[in-house]
């Protein structure tokens, strides 16, 4: 038997053929597959193409797929679902296929028993939680005006605010504006300003910046430190609020921790996490997965299978 699991995200889709016990088969990548930033185009693009890539390192067709679960970024209301569902069943054809927000296999992918808080900060931020009672709870993990906030995309604005900011000398002087300069290749603050209310912004700049946060906050910036420091204390304000409602405060919860921010382990942004977590439950601890999230789908899958 096959089985087929995917991770769909903001920067890349990535697919794992295994059989029914989790033996690793092949894998496949493709792009960007968020279909609220990326498009409906886009994110099938991205995911026949890590399908095509892992089928054919496996030797084998589509049709020899028994099974398959995504796990998507951008799943988050019912809306959602009526223009993935047909996405991925016009991809899968015949073959059985569920799809889930990838918070789900995110904390599938640390915690086999599914239990416990997971926290996404990469290109967005995201949050969903289970107890031992079966109940689980999502956010909406949409956008600022809908309560949502974290990840490269909000650490992006935040570090170009204070960059203008300090040009103009309406707060801390920053390494930020110098570190603007460079990414875009302009002289002055005000080449910038023009260059972004033209919309020549390319994802090639907005990879570099939250890169750049994190060198300058390495490197004892103040406003680095700052955007860090709250990034992660509002993300654990989130992941709290799962706490509360999920009725774990009195217990040593996992907080699984996923994304490329929280991947770099920066304990700016990681202490300032569990600083707001523990506020609630202080026995909480942070988990690192060590597999992969397409991975946590496959686990998924096979705790569909054998229930």
């Not at 296999?105 to 599914?114: H, K, M, Q, W």
């Not at 929280?262 to 060590?290: N, S």
Request: charged residues 20%; aromatic residues 6%; glycine residues 10%.
């Amino acid at each position: 038997m096959w089985i087929l699991g995917i991770d769909a995200g903001g920067t890349k889709a990535h697919c794992i053929i295994s059989d029914e016990h989790g033996h690793l088969l092949k894998e496949g990548f493709g792009g960007p597959s968020n279909y609220q930033t990326s498009g409906v185009e886009v994110t099938r693009q991205s995911l026949e193409n890590a399908i095509q890539e892992a089928l054919d390192c496996a030797g084998l067709k589509l049709k020899d797929i028994d099974r398959a679960l995504f796990g998507m970024a951008g799943a988050d209301e019912e809306a959602d679902y009526m223009v993935l569902e047909p996405l991925v069943h016009n991809i899968m054809g015949e073959i059985p296929v569920e799809i889930v927000n990838d918070t789900w296999i995110g904390l599938r992918s640390a915690v086999e028993d599914n239990i416990g808080v997971v926290s996404i900060c990469g290109t967005g931020g995201a949050h969903a939680g289970r107890n031992r009672k079966g109940e689980s709870i999502i956010l909406r993990n949409l956008d600022y005006q809908l309560g949502n906030f974290g990840g490269g995309g909000d650490l992006l604005e935040s570090a170009l605010h204070y960059a203008f900011r300090s040009n103009e000398q309406t707060f801390l002087k920053t390494s930020l504006e110098e570190a603007m300069l460079h990414i875009f290749g302009v002289e002055t603050m005000d080449d910038l300003c023009n260059l972004i209310r033209r919309e020549e912004m390319t994802p090639a700049h907005e990879f570099q910046i939250p890169i750049a946060v994190f060198q300058a906050a390495k490197n004892g910036d103040k406003v680095a430190i700052m955007l860090l420091e709250e990034m992660g204390y509002t993300e654990g304000q989130y992941a709290a609020g799962l706490i509360k409602r999920l009725s774990l405060a009195n217990e040593k919860v996992p907080m699984v921790l996923i994304g490329s921010l929280f991947r770099a382990r920066e304990p700016l942004l990681i202490d300032a996490y569990m600083k707001a977590v523990r506020e609630v439950a202080p026995l909480a601890f942070p988990v690192f997965p060590t597999v992969s999230p397409a991975m946590g789908a496959i686990g998924l899958l096979i705790d569909r299978l054998k229930g």
